[in-house]
């Protein structure tokens, strides 16, 4: 009876534990949710560019607001995501490690050459194709001219063959691989990672000794991040002889104003894009991003989704035709459970692709938010089935650990 009784009120005081730690995950979660929503609220009232910016201003200089959020972040991401099975800076991870070290770029850049080849192979047949119509066109008129000069009949008939305009040493395929640059990343790649981790929180990535790993946020949960404005980041000319040391960003200080362009391998958009309130900053983040990667770099987005992954497809479609527009080319998609995970390669100038985009804009980086007039969280709370209750629970256990405010190609 005491051995029953005793494993009764472990079993109460497990089930009172898992209580206590959803409710703090219920009151960190809307923390995070509210300042979200406030901000968009703010953002949907805007008439200029110039309420937009001050409006981010203000927002990023309300210290106690981002330092709760910032805390409630850092709890969350420390005290409940690690529970998960495979969070989303595993995936991260060992996506990043595939394509660095798992032959992920070695294959595309062998892709890349073969499209080359492709493409170069299809001009010069073009060119030799329209060289036979202009010599063509030449021996019908020269034929012609024949015909109506009786005393060049026989001129015409001994005459020999033009040479052949084919010369097999015009087709020969230039195997050489596009300009490059010192700081451009090729195969095999050697050193440490150089990764950017924007809206990091507490910069998880710093972990893993692969990585050499920058955390920027504009409310660090700690001091491994810096503290920074990633909209309004400046971009500076890259220096490869900085680059080239074991440590390039070692002298970084707290406050990050600015960043050398083409310095990092990857930049890492773990929950980021979708909390910001405009799809114009989203597009700024993106190309931001751009600039800051290395030729062949990787740009990771992750975003959250408890749907099934028809539900909005569409969104994703847009996101990774405005992103590519930028001059990136998909190289990994997966649907997770409730996370969009994709990976973008930087690609080069003049880089030939499959197929030509269409036109592009930053309102193609949109969210499901930006339709939503009226933001009433009471309301939504009232109308929300189980089910509903069960998905967003689930969300919110993949929120970010690193936003401040919230398929193989």
């Known amino acids: ?7 009764a009120d472990a079993t109460v005081g497990s089930v009172m534990a898992t209580i206590e730690g959803r409710e703090e995950h219920i009151r960190l979660a809307g923390i995070i949710k509210g300042l979200h929503a406030d901000l968009r609220k703010k953002f949907k009232k805007c008439t200029d560019a ?3 910016e001050q409006i981010w201003k203000e927002h990023c200089s309300d210290t106690d607001t981002l330092r709760q959020y910032a805390d409630a972040m850092h709890h969350l991401a420390t005290d409940h995501w690690t529970r998960l099975p495979e969070t989303r800076i595993d995936w991260c991870r060992k996506t990043i490690l595939e394509y ?4 992920g770029l070695k294959k595309a850049l062998e892709k890349v050459s073969r499209r080359i080849q492709v493409h170069r192979a299809k001009k010069l047949q073009r060119e030799y194709s329209d060289r036979r119509k202009k010599d063509t ?4 008129q020269r034929d012609q001219n024949v015909g109506n000069d009786s005393e060049n009949v026989d001129l015409c008939i001994s005459a020999p063959s033009l040479p052949e305009v084919y010369d097999e040493a015009t087709c020969v395929i230039d195997t050489d691989t596009l300009p490059t640059t010192s700081v451009d990343i090729g195969v095999p790649f050697r050193g440490r990672i150089r990764l950017l981790d924007v809206g990091s929180c507490y910069n998880p990535f710093a972990g893993f000794e692969e990585f050499l790993s920058i955390g920027l946020d504009i409310s660090p949960a700690n001091s491994k991040v810096h ?6 980041l400046e971009l500076t ?9 074991d440590d390039p960003f070692g002298g970084l200080p707290d406050t990050v104003s600015q960043l050398p ?3 990092f391998h990857v930049v890492v958009f773990s929950l980021l894009l979708e909390y910001l309130p405009s799809a114009g900053q989203r597009w700024t983040c993106c190309c931001n991003a751009h600039q800051l990667l290395a030729g062949n770099g990787l740009l990771v987005v992750v975003t959250p989704d408890s749907h099934k992954q028809h539900r909005n497809a569409a969104m994703i479609k847009s996101w990774r035709q405005a992103i590519e527009s930028l001059g990136f080319v998909r190289w990994r998609y997966v649907k997770l459970d409730h996370l969009h995970c994709l990976a973008f390669r930087k690609i080069h100038v003049g880089e030939v692709r499959d197929k030509e985009l269409g036109p592009a804009s930053p309102d193609m980086l949109y969210i499901p938010q930006d339709f939503h007039e009226d933001e009433d969280a009471d309301a939504e709370v009232v109308s929300r089935s189980d089910t509903d209750i069960e998905d967003i629970s689930k969300t919110f256990e993949e929120l970010p650990a690193c936003w401040d405010s919230d398929e193989d190609d």
């Open 261 to 263: 362009r083409q310095s």
């Open 237 to 245: 000319d890259p220096d490869p002889s900085a680059l080239s040391k």
């Open 137 to 140: 066109s030449k021996d019908e």
């Open 227 to 232: 503290r920074c404005d990633f909209l309004n």
């Open 1 to 7: 009876m005491f051995t029953t009784c005793e494993s």
């Open 50 to 52: 110039d309420d937009f």
């Open 100 to 103: 660095f070290h798992g032959g």
